[in-house]
């Protein structure tokens, strides 16, 4: 199925590449952030519903801007909830403004979850088409094979699952990566190499998914993003059964809190130079994504880990291959002259950037 969307991704690509071409021709600031957001809440909503919903097209109201949902979503995710510690202490969530915030986003999502659901239960009384996420969903439905409740609500609560899970995640940690590259131009300048030795097509052309298998380098820079910026730095698991841990009886019920940041930065199993950003740590080694080495868990571990790891990855090493190979770039210079971007983060259940990344790209392919 992820293969299946590799035209998508091209074409999606290519829409953000006519617009970073723009920038670097006028030589303007472009708020990458802002773009690799769109990107990837595009790329999703034509995956999962068979179209864009973003504020770029022309009769879709604020109501329905995916960008912003998802991104108030996550906001509101990462706030303190008091009352779920101290139940006692449930009313200074209402006064705080929280409970009301939870409640007008998730009206939102509701009525923009509805109108995709509807618009596709429309469309498949007319056609025969089963190209999208929804669709598929929809004919479950009409198949009824699934011996237990399947209606709009479990329809809209998977397709707000791939939503919550895809978007903001791919977003950050392309984010992550283009920042750390800007911090470490030695690094950029291997990256390029790597992608001009796999990449087969001429100058000009969009590096494609095949060739991106091969470029070792660019994946160790990801899985080094992804050790030091991991998007979801927070894990949550709830016990099932009461258990025995090191002598301590931890009670079924208790909210297990696992700090994946803190673990992949620990200086005892990375070694000395944890803290640092060098992609070459992971050229030699078998560290792998599925949460079976547990000094490393981006994606989480065991049965509820990620099913989205090859989705994220295969969206973030083409887009980043086809960044990196056509332009160079330049962070925005800052009152004190320095040109690197800063490392702050913002607040949230997914840690992207405090500040977006402003940039200065030129045309690389000029230059060779
Ligand atoms: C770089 C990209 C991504 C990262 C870093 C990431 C990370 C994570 C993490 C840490 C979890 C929690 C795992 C656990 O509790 O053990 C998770 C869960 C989840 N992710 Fe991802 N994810 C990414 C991309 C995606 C994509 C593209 C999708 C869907 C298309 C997705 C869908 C989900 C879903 C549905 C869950 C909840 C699974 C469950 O609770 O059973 N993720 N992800």
């Given at each position: 199925?992820?293969?299946?969307?590799?035209?998508?991704?091209?074409?999606?690509i290519?829409?953000?590449?006519?617009?970073?071409?723009?920038?670097?021709s006028s030589?303007?600031p472009?708020?990458?952030?802002?773009?690799?957001?769109?990107?990837?809440?595009?790329?999703?909503?034509?995956?999962?519903?068979?179209?864009?919903?973003?504020?770029?097209?022309?009769?879709?109201?604020?109501?329905?801007n995916v960008?912003e949902?998802v991104?108030?979503?996550m906001?509101?995710s990462?706030s303190?909830?008091?009352?779920?510690?101290?139940?006692s202490?449930?009313?200074i969530?209402?006064?705080?403004?929280?409970?009301?915030?939870?409640?007008e986003?998730s009206?939102?999502?509701?009525?923009?979850?509805?109108k995709?659901v509807q618009?596709?239960?429309?469309?498949?009384?007319?056609?025969?088409?089963?190209?999208d996420?929804?669709?598929?969903?929809v004919s479950?439905?009409?198949?009824?094979?699934?011996?237990?409740?399947?209606g709009?609500?479990e329809?809209?609560n998977?397709i707000?699952?791939?939503?919550?899970?895809g978007?903001?995640t791919?977003?950050?940690?392309l984010?992550?990566?283009?920042?750390?590259?800007?911090?470490?131009?030695e690094?950029?300048?291997?990256l390029?190499?790597?992608?001009?030795?796999?990449?087969?097509?001429?100058a000009?052309?969009?590096?494609?998914?095949?060739?991106?298998?091969?470029?070792?380098y660019?994946?160790a820079?990801?899985?080094e993003?992804?050790?030091?910026?991991?998007p979801?730095?927070?894990?949550?698991r709830?016990?099932?059964?009461?258990?025995?841990?090191?002598?301590?009886?931890?009670?079924e019920?208790?909210?297990?809190?696992?700090?994946?940041w803190?673990?992949?930065?620990d200086?005892?199993?990375?070694?000395?130079?944890?803290e640092e950003?060098?992609p070459?740590?992971?050229l030699?080694?078998l560290?792998e994504?599925?949460?079976?080495?547990?000094?490393?868990i981006?994606?989480?571990?065991?049965?509820r880990?990620?099913?989205?790891?090859?989705f994220?990855?295969?969206?973030?090493?083409v887009?980043?291959?086809?960044l990196v190979?056509?332009?160079d770039?330049?962070?925005?210079?800052?009152?004190?002259?320095?040109?690197?971007?800063?490392?702050a983060?913002?607040?949230g259940?997914?840690v992207?950037?405090?500040?977006?990344?402003?940039v200065f790209?030129s045309?690389?392919?000029?230059?060779?």
């Open positions: 199925m992820v293969r299946s969307f590799e035209k998508v991704r091209e074409e999606e290519n829409v953000m590449m006519e617009k970073v071409e723009k920038a670097a030589s303007s472009l708020n990458l952030s802002g773009l690799l957001s769109s990107l990837t809440s595009d790329l999703i909503c034509r995956i999962a519903l068979g179209r864009k919903y973003s504020s770029d097209e022309e009769e879709v109201s604020n109501t329905y960008k949902i991104r108030k979503t906001e509101l990462g303190f909830p008091l009352g779920e510690y101290i139940p202490l449930a009313w969530d209402t006064i705080r403004g929280v409970d009301d915030k939870v409640e986003v009206n939102k999502i509701d009525s923009f979850l509805e995709a618009e596709h239960v429309a469309d498949h009384a007319d056609k025969e088409r089963s190209d996420f929804v669709d598929i969903l479950i439905q009409r198949e009824k094979t699934m011996g237990f409740e399947f709009n609500s329809i809209k998977l707000l699952d791939v939503f919550l899970g978007t903001a791919t977003f950050t940690l984010e992550w990566t283009m920042t750390e590259l800007m911090r470490h131009p690094c950029m300048k291997k390029k190499d790597d992608i001009y030795s796999a990449s087969t097509t001429t000009k052309l969009y590096v494609s998914e095949e060739e991106v298998a091969n470029m070792k660019l994946k820079v990801i899985k993003v992804l050790r030091l910026h991991p979801v730095p927070i894990i949550l709830g016990l099932c059964e009461d258990i025995k841990l090191k002598g301590y009886d931890i009670a019920g208790t909210l297990v809190i696992i700090n994946a803190a673990i992949q930065r200086t005892e199993t990375w070694g000395a130079d944890a950003f060098r070459e740590r992971h030699d080694t560290v994504f599925e949460g079976q080495d547990f000094m490393y981006p994606f989480g571990s065991g049965r880990r990620c099913p989205g790891i090859r994220g990855l295969t969206m973030a090493e887009t980043l291959a086809n190979k056509r332009f770039w330049r962070a925005k210079v800052k009152p004190l002259g320095d040109d690197k971007p800063d490392l983060e913002a607040t259940v997914d992207c950037r405090k500040f977006p990344l402003v790209p045309c690389a392919l000029f230059s060779m």
